[in-house]
């Protein structure tokens, strides 16, 4: 594992200018016989071009979004095919929720009813989450991001993880501090078995993943 961490926050000015780095992590890992390595970097929005809000609304100002995270994480894997289907299941606790202790699943609008815990599923994929909140009142905001896999692939409902991080920001009298990407054990995962077997029936969450 490495780690570059740099303090980073913003104060909301005149030209919405962050003065912070980008937080890198990489976290290398195994998965079927071959070597990976997930590349995460967070950093503050600029505006909301620097995120792509715009596709979401285009109405939005372009100043909406500025100061607050984006998180990026990237895989580079040996495996090819098949050997390479793995997804991003993510949890997030926010203390503006109607459960502000409990972590909860965040799967994309796009997806939801859907019986997957993916948020972000294919061959190697990136996951990409830039939270939006307003900075008028205090906030504390944690994700815990998951890579796992099925055993084989493509075929069972099951998913086992074998990455973990975490990331977030907290809101203070309108200044963001972005708190940095830190790994944790893949164990913690079991915290969430309740959540995910009642938000996703028949799919297999307990299995340790193949080697």
Known sequence: MRQEAVGCCFTPTRDHVCDSAAVRLDIDFMLRGAMGRVRVELEAAADAASSGRGALDPHLSPE????????TASIDYAGVGYAAAMGWVQFVRSSDS????????????????????????????????????GLDADLTW???SYLAVSPDGVVTRAAAPIVAFSWGFRVHRGHVAIDAPTRFETAK???????????HPGWDFRSPPRP
Do not use: I, K, S
């Open 189 to 199: 995962w079991e915290e969430h078995l309740e959540v995910l077997e009642t938000a």
């Open 142 to 144: 944690q994700a815990r």
């Open 98 to 133: 109607q459960r502000p202790e409990t972590f909860e699943l965040d799967p994309l609008a796009l997806f939801d009813g859907v019986n997957t815990p993916y948020a972000f599923f294919g061959m190697a994929p990136t996951l990409f989450d830039a939270p939006h909140r």
């Open 64 to 71: 909406d979004g500025a100061g607050l995270p984006m998180c």
